[in-house]
C-alpha cells in the first residue's frame, strides 16, 4: 500500500495512503488533499495516480508508483529522489513517475513528502480458484499482490473457515493475520476515504475478521478458542535451535515453509551426523512407512537407529500445527515426550 509522508517537522503529523487508479487532486481550495491556508499552493494545484500495473499482481517484486501531473501553470512542484536543493522542477501538464523512497515538494520546501510503500501480499488457504476476480482487483488497487505458495514475503492469510492446514501453521508461526475476504474490501473503503485531513485514519482491525474456526484439540477433541489463531510474535522463534529431520524431499518440501515461519530448519535425514542426533535438538518427522523409506539410504539408516537407541519417538506432521497453536514443543514436536493420545470424535 502506497502512502506519502510528510518530511518537515511543521508537517510532521500529515501522511496520506492512497489507492491505485484513483485520481487525487491536490489544491488550496478544492480537491482530495487540501492546504487551506497555505499560499505556495494553486487552487488546484496537482494530480496524484497511484499506477500498479494489473501484471504486477502475482509479482511482489514490482511495486507501485507515483504519477504526479501539475495541472496550474503557475504551481510550483519539484520532484527527485535526493533532498529538496536537488529535486528538478516539474513542468505545466507534465507527468512524472516517483518511486518508493523518491520526494516531491508542493509549492513551499516545508510541503516536502516521501513516498512510502507498505507491502500487501495475500495467499489463500481453502479457497483457491474461488477468489474471485473482484477480490483480486481490490487487492490490486491497495496496491498488494496475491501469490499462491506461502513465503516468507506474505503478509496476510486469506480463508473463509480455519482448518490446520500448513499456510495456517505458516501465517500462526509468522503472527500473520487470518481473515476472510471481506477484509480486503473494507480496507480498500477505508482507504479510498482516507483523505480528511481533520479525522485520524483507523484501519479495519484484523482480529475482527477472523474466518469460522473448524479446529479442535488432538487430546480432547474440543474447539480451539478462535483468539488462539490471533497474530501473537511469541510463535516465531518456536522452532529456533531445532532441526526437522525428513525422509524425502517431496516430504520435506511440503512442511519446509512452516518451520523456516518457526525459526527451525528443514533437512533430510541422510544430511545429519551422529553427533546432531546425540545434542538433542534433531527432530525426525514421519511415521513407520517414511522411516522405511529413509533405511534405503545407509546413511539415514545409521542416523535411524542412533535416534532410536536414545529413546526418541517419530514425529507426527500434525504436531506442527498444534506446537504451533499451543505456542509449546514442551507436547508436540517434542520427541523425548510421551505421543498425544488422539481422542475420539
Excluded at 482487483?137 to 496476510?156: P, R, V
Excluded at 485520524?200 to 484484523?206: I, S
Excluded at 533405511?295 to 517419530?314: D, G, H, L, Q
Aim: net charge neutral; hydrophobic share 40%; glycine share 6%.
Amino acid at each position: 500500500m502506497l502512502k506519502i509522508v510528510a518530511t518537515h517537522l511543521s508537517q510532521a503529523h500529515l501522511s496520506f495512503s492512497l489507492v491505485a487508479e484513483k485520481k487525487y487532486i491536490i489544491g488550496r481550495k478544492q480537491g482530495d488533499i487540501i492546504f487551506p491556508n497555505d499560499p505556495s499552493i494553486s487552487q488546484c494545484h496537482a494530480e496524484l495516480i497511484v499506477k500498479h500495473a494489473p501484471g504486477n499482481l502475482t509479482e511482489p517484486l514490482l511495486v507501485p508508483v507515483l504519477d504526479i501531473k501539475s495541472v496550474d501553470n503557475g504551481a510550483k512542484i519539484y520532484a527527485g529522489e535526493e533532498n529538496i536543493q536537488r529535486k528538478v522542477a516539474v513542468s505545466h501538464l507534465e507527468t512524472v513517475s516517483l518511486g518508493v523512497g523518491y520526494k516531491f515538494a508542493l509549492g513551499s520546501p516545508k510541503n516536502e513528502f516521501r513516498i512510502d510503500y507498505t507491502p500487501f501480499i495475500a495467499v489463500s488457504s481453502g479457497i483457491g480458484n474461488t477468489l474471485g476476480q473482484g477480490d483480486r482487483d481490490k487487492i490490486s488497487k491497495l496496491g498488494g499482490h496475491y501469490i499462491d505458495s506461502w513465503n516468507e514475503s506474505a503478509t496476510h492469510l486469506l480463508m473463509t473457515e480455519i482448518n490446520l492446514t500448513v499456510k495456517v501453521v505458516c501465517a500462526l508461526l509468522s503472527a500473520k493475520p487470518i481473515v476472510t475476504p471481506a477484509y480486503i474490501s473494507d480496507l480498500l473503503l477505508c482507504l479510498m476515504e482516507a483523505c480528511d485531513q481533520s479525522k485520524r485514519l483507523e484501519l479495519p482491525h484484523t482480529n475482527l475478521y477472523l474466518p469460522l474456526v473448524n479446529v479442535h484439540d488432538m487430546e480432547t477433541n474440543s474447539k480451539i478458542s478462535p483468539s488462539t489463531f490471533f497474530p501473537d510474535p511469541e510463535r516465531r522463534k518456536l522452532f529456533a535451535g531445532k532441526t526437522f529431520l525428513f525422509s524425502t524431499k517431496r516430504h520435506l518440501r511440503s512442511l519446509e515453509s512452516a518451520i523456516i515461519a518457526g525459526a527451525g530448519v528443514a533437512k533430510l535425514i541422510e544430511e545429519a551426523t551422529q553427533a546432531n542426533i546425540v545434542d538433542g535438538n534433531h527432530i525426525i518427522v514421519g511415521g513407520d512407512l517414511d522411516i522405511d523409506k529413509a533405511k534405503k539410504n545407509r546413511t539415514a539408516k545409521i542416523i535411524v537407529e542412533i535416534y532410536v537407541s536414545n529413546n526418541k519417538r517419530f514425529v507426527d506432521d500434525e504436531e506442527l500445527g498444534m506446537a504451533a497453536l499451543y505456542k509449546s514443543i514442551a507436547k508436540f514436536c517434542n520427541p523425548d515426550a510421551a505421543r498425544v493420545v488422539k481422542a475420539r470424535p
